[in-house]
């Protein structure tokens, strides 16, 4: 039960940058692999509003969160913006060199050395023999209230809608009155938002250190694509798969190889379902 | 009569060549116009560069008397100009709702009173709910219609609105193009069954290699042999 319950965090855990992923590939239509060191810059940037001035780390991840949703939008306007006419290819490669410099910016300013985030300690509590702590448990309450936001906004609001239209048939968002560039910049900010609170999680259930984020990254995308990239349903359900088949794998193999599980299962849904458990088969047109 | 929309010497193409090699033609305010021609004539790129999903390499577009050369397509709708296009005509992954909401919500109002799209389509209906990718052929270009009056355009482009249908479903598209035209909407229709798009229509322009090679009262082109226009044989 309690491999379960910790597979269930890291599960929820991951939802938010997996959901970042799946965002961000329905409406650019690339894999964007500096998902892993935004997550790493935007937890040392609340670490550094936390640890080092003294915020309230709630404050501090909202504002983080705020900060990175921003730093995304400029960071497309200079990396992707200019190469997206050149296809999901360069945009990828380019996301790669961009990981590797967000990465070594966080490693420049703080260092190797593992950090922590400053929370009060409180002892933990036990549910039917599952140890939980308070950091436990906040996940899974952070991560609930940005699933909601997420699906309020994605079926309920004008933007959210233009969101999934331009993923859905970008042409045919244009003729409808949807002007590109605003959804891209929304959806970049919303990503941006994920993806910091996603490095604070990662941050308070493990460490914080410069590849905190890579080390989350084939778990996300084996996520996202489990779920469908594309879609933000799928990408919670895939989180969740992934994070408890991850977790409860250590009970018949090696931790160690923890990390195998999801490079099988990117195997696994690609040789057997390559639009994942909730995505639309691609056609090409 | 007024003309709702004036192309003059209109060029648009893919990569380095010409598609469109100087296209001038008149849009009479009220009117149906229908536009054939032999497959690759420049009938498509000609409405999606309308459109503007295509840049024009030069001439001018104009919508009563605004320049839309420098709009992005999503103005341009907001300015009147309504297009359905051919296929890919509705976000499939979307409720029919959703699509029809999004619709109203972008394409704005453009000051001629509310949108048609209930009035004409009142089927749609008791499909809001069904994902707009299981709807039908039919019901599909009738959703697609549907969002593109949902406010009132001063002129509908069609692209090929009878293609993949059966000719029951045709027969009631093209009354459907009837009904719209008589509540005011100027359209303008690329079709390839002329004949029965032409029954509709008020005029006709025949494209061949980019360019015009007639143009004149659809009911004339009626009579002619379509194989002796499209190569210049007859002329109107």
Same mark, same amino acid.
């Given at each position: 039960?309690? +491999?379960?319950?910790?597979? =269930?965090? +890291?599960?929820?855990?991951?939802?938010?940058?997996?959901?970042?992923?799946?965002?961000?590939?329905?409406?650019?239509?690339?894999?964007?692999?500096?998902?892993?060191?935004?997550?790493?810059?935007?937890?040392? @940037?609340?670490?550094? *509003?936390?640890?080092?001035?003294?915020?309230?780390?709630?404050?501090?991840?909202?504002?983080?969160?705020?900060?990175? /949703?921003?730093? &995304?939008?400029?960071?497309?306007?200079?990396?992707? %913006?200019?190469?997206?006419?050149?296809?999901?290819?360069?945009?990828?490669? !380019?996301?790669?060199?961009? /990981?590797?410099?967000?990465?070594?910016?966080?490693?420049?300013?703080?260092?190797? !050395?593992?950090?922590?985030?400053?929370?009060?300690?409180?002892?933990?509590?036990?549910? !039917?023999?599952?140890?939980?702590?308070?950091?436990?448990?906040?996940?899974?309450?952070?991560?609930?209230?940005?699933?909601?936001?997420?699906?309020?906004?994605?079926?309920?609001?004008?933007?959210?809608?233009?969101?999934?239209?331009?993923?859905?048939?970008?042409?045919?968002?244009?003729?409808?009155?949807?002007?590109?560039?605003?959804?891209?910049?929304? +959806?970049?900010?919303?990503?941006?938002?994920?993806?910091?609170?996603?490095?604070?999680?990662?941050?308070?259930? $493990?460490?914080?250190?410069?590849?905190?984020?890579?080390?989350? *990254?084939?778990?996300?995308?084996?996520?996202?694509?489990?779920? /469908?990239?594309?879609?933000?349903?799928?990408?919670?359900?895939?989180?969740?798969?992934?994070?408890?088949?991850?977790?409860?794998?250590?009970?018949?193999?090696?931790?160690?190889? $923890?990390?195998?599980?999801?490079?099988?299962? =990117?195997?696994?849904?690609?040789?057997?379902?390559?639009?994942?458990?909730?995505?639309?088969?691609?056609?090409? $047109? | 009569?007024?003309?709702?929309?004036?192309?003059?010497?209109?060029?648009?193409?893919?990569?380095?060549?010409? #598609?469109? %090699? /100087?296209?001038?033609?008149?849009?009479? %305010?009220?009117? =149906?116009?229908?536009?054939?021609?032999?497959?690759?004539?420049?009938?498509?790129?000609?409405? %999606?560069?309308?459109?503007?999903?295509?840049?024009?390499?030069?001439?001018? #577009?104009?919508?009563?008397?605004?320049?839309?050369?420098?709009?992005?397509?999503?103005?341009?709708?907001?300015?009147?100009?309504?297009?359905?296009?051919?296929?890919?005509?509705?976000?499939?992954? *979307?409720?029919?709702?959703?699509?029809?909401?999004?619709?109203?919500?972008?394409?704005?109002?453009?000051?001629?009173?509310?949108?048609?799209?209930?009035?004409?389509?009142?089927?749609?209906?008791?499909?809001?709910?069904?994902?707009?990718?299981?709807?039908?052929?039919?019901?599909?270009?009738?959703?697609?219609?549907? &969002?593109?009056?949902?406010?009132?355009?001063?002129?509908?482009?069609?692209?090929?609105?009878?293609?993949?249908?059966?000719?029951? @479903?045709?027969?009631?598209?093209?009354?459907?193009?009837?009904?719209?035209?008589?509540?005011?909407?100027?359209?303008?229709?690329?079709?390839?069954?002329?004949?029965?798009?032409?029954?509709?229509?008020?005029? &006709?322009?025949?494209? !061949?290699?980019?360019?015009?090679?007639? &143009?004149?009262?659809?009911?004339?082109?009626?009579? @002619?042999?379509?194989?002796?226009?499209?190569?210049?044989?007859?002329?109107?």
């Amino acid at each position: 039960m309690q +491999t379960l319950f910790n597979g =269930i965090i +890291t599960g929820v855990i991951m939802t938010l940058p997996a959901l970042a992923v799946t965002l961000l590939f329905g409406v650019l239509k690339f894999p964007n692999f500096a998902v892993g060191a935004m997550m790493t810059v935007a937890a040392y @940037l609340a670490f550094a *509003l936390n640890a080092q001035l003294g915020w309230p780390l709630v404050v501090a991840a909202g504002v983080a969160a705020l900060a990175m /949703g921003f730093a &995304c939008i400029a960071i497309d306007q200079v990396t992707f %913006k200019p190469l997206r006419e050149r296809g999901a290819i360069t945009l990828m490669v !380019a996301s790669l060199g961009l /990981g590797f410099i967000l990465e070594n910016i966080a490693r420049f300013a703080y260092g190797n !050395a593992a950090r922590g985030f400053v929370v009060e300690l409180a002892r933990p509590f036990r549910f !039917a023999d599952v140890r939980m702590n308070h950091e436990q448990m906040t996940t899974i309450a952070v991560a609930s209230v940005a699933m909601a936001a997420m699906y309020v906004l994605l079926t309920r609001l004008p933007m959210g809608r233009a969101m999934r239209a331009v993923a859905d048939n970008p042409a045919l968002a244009l003729v409808r009155g949807i002007e590109s560039p605003r959804v891209i910049r929304w +959806t970049w900010f919303i990503a941006g938002m994920l993806l910091a609170v996603g490095g604070v999680l990662i941050g308070m259930d $493990r460490a914080l250190e410069p590849p905190m984020g890579s080390n989350y *990254l084939i778990s996300v995308f084996a996520a996202a694509i489990l779920g /469908g990239l594309g879609s933000p349903l799928g990408a919670f359900v895939g989180a969740l798969v992934i994070g408890v088949v991850s977790e409860l794998s250590t009970l018949v193999v090696a931790p160690n190889y $923890r990390i195998g599980v999801p490079l099988v299962a =990117i195997a696994v849904i690609l040789v057997f379902r390559p639009q994942g458990l909730f995505g639309q088969p691609y056609i090409r $047109r | 009569m007024t003309n709702v929309l004036n192309v003059a010497g209109l060029h648009a193409g893919y990569g380095a060549g010409d #598609i469109l %090699k /100087g296209i001038d033609v008149a849009l009479e %305010k009220g009117r =149906i116009v229908t536009m054939i021609g032999p497959n690759g004539s420049g009938k498509s790129t000609f409405i %999606k560069t309308l459109a503007g999903l295509l840049p024009a390499r030069q001439g001018t #577009i104009e919508l009563e008397g605004e320049r839309l050369n420098d709009l992005s397509a999503p103005k341009r709708v907001r300015a009147g100009v309504s297009y359905v296009p051919q296929e890919y005509n509705v976000f499939r992954n *979307l409720t029919v709702l959703e699509n029809l909401k999004i619709a109203r919500e972008f394409m704005g109002v453009n000051g001629s009173g509310p949108g048609l799209a209930e009035e004409l389509f009142p089927d749609l209906r008791s499909h809001y709910k069904k994902q707009a990718g299981n709807l039908s052929g039919g019901q599909r270009q009738m959703l697609a219609f549907a &969002c593109a009056l949902a406010v009132r355009p001063r002129v509908l482009m069609l692209d090929e609105p009878s293609a993949g249908l059966s000719p029951i @479903l045709m027969s009631a598209v093209f009354d459907k193009v009837k009904q719209v035209n008589a509540m005011g909407v100027s359209i303008l229709m690329v079709e390839q069954n002329a004949r029965e798009a032409l029954r509709i229509s008020d005029t &006709c322009i025949v494209l !061949a290699g980019g360019r015009v090679r007639s &143009c004149g009262p659809a009911e004339v082109v009626l009579g @002619l042999d379509l194989k002796n226009l499209y190569l210049g044989a007859d002329a109107l």
